[in-house]
Structures are given as C-alpha cells and as structure tokens.
C-alpha cells in the first residue's frame, strides 16, 4: 500500500513534512507502520501550489530514500500547500507515468488502495470519460482512472458527488476481494479526503491538530508516531481540510453516474 502526506497552511518548506519529522513521509518509505507492507519503494511524487492555483509537479521512480534530488527540492521549495506519495505498486508497472500525484487544471490527486476486480471495470470506466479527458491518460495505474473519473463525474463544481458517483462506477465488490480505497485530492486551496472500504477497513488516513506554525497536515500515518495527537479521519465521508479546522460530510448512498 501507498503512503500520502499534505499540508495546508502558512508557507513552509517541503522538508517539514515529507523528511523532518520523526515518521516523516520519506521514513515511511521505509518504515510503514500501518500498511501491510514496510517499504514503499516504487515511486514517489508532489504536487505543490505557489502564487498561482495551477500545481508544480515532480515524479520519478526511484524510492524516495535512493533520491537526493528529492530532499535537495523539500529543502529549497516552499509551499502553502502541497500533496505528497510514495508508491508501493499494485496495479501497472514502475514508471513516471504511474507516479502520483496526478494533476489537471488546479487540481491534484492521490490515492492508496486496491480495486481488485479492476481488469473487469477498466475497460468500461475508460469507455465512460469523455474524449477530452480519455487523451489525458498517460500512465496505466486504477488512481489515474479514478482522478479522470472523478473529473468527469464534476469533480471542479461538486467534490461530494463526484466522489459518489465515482464509487458507483467502481461498484460493488467481486470474489476477488473488498474494495478499499483512500484518496487525497485539492484544487489549490482545500484539501479534500475520504476512506472507503466495501467490506472490513478502510486504510488509514490522519489529519493534525494545528500545527506550530498554524497549518495542517493530512497523512497515511501520524508524522510524529504518535496517534494521540491526531485524529483519524471516519469512513465514508467525504473531508474537507483547511488550516482553520476540518468538516465532513457523509458519502452516503453511491448513486450512478
């Protein structure tokens, strides 16, 4: 399973939260505490935002860990907000193109889960974009098509029900296995998250109290390895994140798309 970190806030460099902090993002590459595997070593990316909504992006495939680029530009960049991943493939194969986060427009995406019956859906869910967003899929990962889905679902006008309009797409879950799903999205200015699970537990996903410096983080796994100081976010609804606090709001029932 992936790992995700975001910020909002007052600008800070990178460094604060993808390699300074004890269980940073960078250690949990490594050191995953609350996924079923340690090392996240597939990839990894950011997404950030700067005086304009539109994202800056870096990907690569090496492990976070193996790249010195990686901590020079946490060092040197700073960020009001921004989105941050580590990639432990399921579906499609270590390449650029497969890193997350995704962008289009102003809005940034990540995602951490499995859609095990996929291979049946894939073809349907790509059937279902429309053709301006169908020509912007690169990679070959279920996040990308999930993000294009969401986007084609009204994503830019209503995050609540796109984000259940999508799930219904997805559908039910198969013998394969249960549907489980996390995803960090924002669109410059909220960071919006949610959990979900079709049967058992969804993955984890944290938001801080306020920060020192008066921002918020939103995370796979608690920065500081202590969960007592953060507050997990509930399944099945749909969060919204800014430095001033958190909302939430029930996905409720999925309707079609």
């Known amino acids: 399973m992936c790992r995700i970190a975001a910020y909002t806030g007052p600008d800070i460099p990178l460094e604060n939260i993808v390699v300074r902090p004890a269980h940073s993002l960078l250690q949990q590459s490594q050191h995953a505490t609350e996924a079923k595997?340690?090392?996240?070593?597939?990839?990894?990316?950011?997404?950030?935002?700067?005086?304009?909504?539109?994202?800056?992006?870096?990907?690569d495939v090496l492990p976070?860990?193996?790249?010195?680029?990686?901590?020079?530009?946490?060092?040197?960049?700073?960020s009001h907000h921004f989105i941050a991943h580590i990639r432990a493939s399921t579906v499609g194969e270590t390449s650029r193109s497969n890193c997350h986060p995704f962008t289009y427009d102003t809005w940034s995406f990540c995602h951490n889960g499995q859609i095990p019956h996929f291979a049946q859906i894939r073809r349907q869910m790509e059937a279902a974009l429309p053709d301006g967003l169908y020509a912007l899929r690169r990679g070959s990962t279920d996040s990308e098509l999930i993000f294009l889905t969401l986007l084609a679902n009204g994503l830019q006008d209503d995050p609540l029900q796109a984000v259940r309009a999508t799930l219904a797409a997805i559908g039910p879950d198969q013998p394969d296995g249960?549907?489980?799903?996390?995803?960090?999205?924002?669109?410059?200015?909220?960071?919006?998250?949610?959990?979900h699970a079709s049967r058992?537990?969804?993955?984890?996903?944290?938001?801080?109290?306020?920060?020192?410096?008066?921002?918020r983080a939103v995370a796979s796994e608690p920065l500081?390895?202590?969960?007592?100081?953060?507050?997990?976010?509930?399944?099945?609804?749909?969060?919204?994140?800014?430095?001033a606090g958190w909302k939430s709001e029930p996905l409720g029932t999925m309707v079609a798309a």
């Open 200 to 215: 058992g537990t969804a993955p984890t996903l944290y938001v801080s109290g306020t920060l020192d410096n008066g921002g």
């Open 37 to 59: 595997l340690a090392v996240n070593g597939d990839g990894f990316g950011i997404a950030w935002y700067g005086q304009t909504r539109t994202p800056g992006l870096y990907r």
């Open 178 to 195: 249960p549907i489980k799903l996390t995803c960090v999205f924002s669109d410059g200015e909220t960071l919006y998250a949610f959990r």
């Open 224 to 243: 500081c390895g202590m969960a007592d100081k953060w507050t997990a976010l509930p399944s099945d609804t749909l969060c919204a994140v800014n430095a």
């Open 64 to 78: 976070a860990w193996a790249d010195d680029n990686l901590t020079n530009l946490c060092r040197m960049v700073r």
